[in-house]
């Protein structure tokens, strides 16, 4: 009789408010741009809920590529992804939100597309792993270190969401 459980209350909006609320880099990258999927790629993470709070259409210089990538730097592939990187424009996106690093990995799916999911952007729009379309940045630690790097001062945009009491 001691021992008997406590009720098990389920309130999804407190186990969400518990979650830590962080940050993405999220870039479309050259191919994307070329092909046409800014405004498809944006959506997918408009409609998941996140919030952007930055935005540019910006054609990446190769030392901020290179630093970029920096723990890629000894990679046989490191010199061919920073021509690629900054062969044209690049949309550069700061994304907030609960848990929005890790589920962006999701949305993105594997780096190579032939083996990301069907459903995820690599897995629907792209084929080789050399134009596979978007970053995203693979950890919340990450994530303010990218934003730091491709936007200035005055860039990012704090807002709140009309919908919340005025
Ligand atoms: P992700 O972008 O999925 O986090 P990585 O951090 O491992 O993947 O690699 C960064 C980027 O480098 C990839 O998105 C891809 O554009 C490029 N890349 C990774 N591996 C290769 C490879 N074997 N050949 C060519 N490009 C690669």
Redesign the pocket.
């Known amino acids: 009789k001691k021992n008997r459980k406590k009720p098990h209350i389920f309130l999804p909006h407190l186990v969400a408010s518990l979650e830590k609320v962080d940050k993405s880099y999220i870039m479309v990258?050259p191919d994307g741009v070329q092909r046409g999927l800014v405004g498809e790629i944006i959506s997918r993470f408009e409609k998941k809920g996140f919030k952007l709070t930055g935005l540019k259409l910006f054609q990446c210089p190769k030392e901020l590529a290179e630093e970029h990538?920096k723990?890629?730097k000894s990679?046989?592939?490191f010199p061919?992804?920073i021509d690629?990187i900054t062969s044209g424009p690049v949309v550069c996106m700061a994304w907030e939100g609960v848990g929005v690093v890790a589920s962006a990995?999701k949305l993105?799916g594997?780096?190579?597309p032939l083996q990301a999911e069907p459903g995820t952007i690599r897995g629907d729009l792209a084929v080789q792993?050399?134009?596979?379309v978007v970053?995203?940045s693979?950890s919340p630690e990450n994530g303010e270190r990218e934003i730091a790097l491709w936007f200035k001062e005055g860039e990012i945009c704090e807002w709140s969401p009309a919908q919340a009491p005025c």
């Open positions: 990258k990538y723990d890629l990679k046989p592939f061919k992804l690629y990995r993105i594997a780096t190579n792993t050399g134009r596979n970053h995203g693979d």
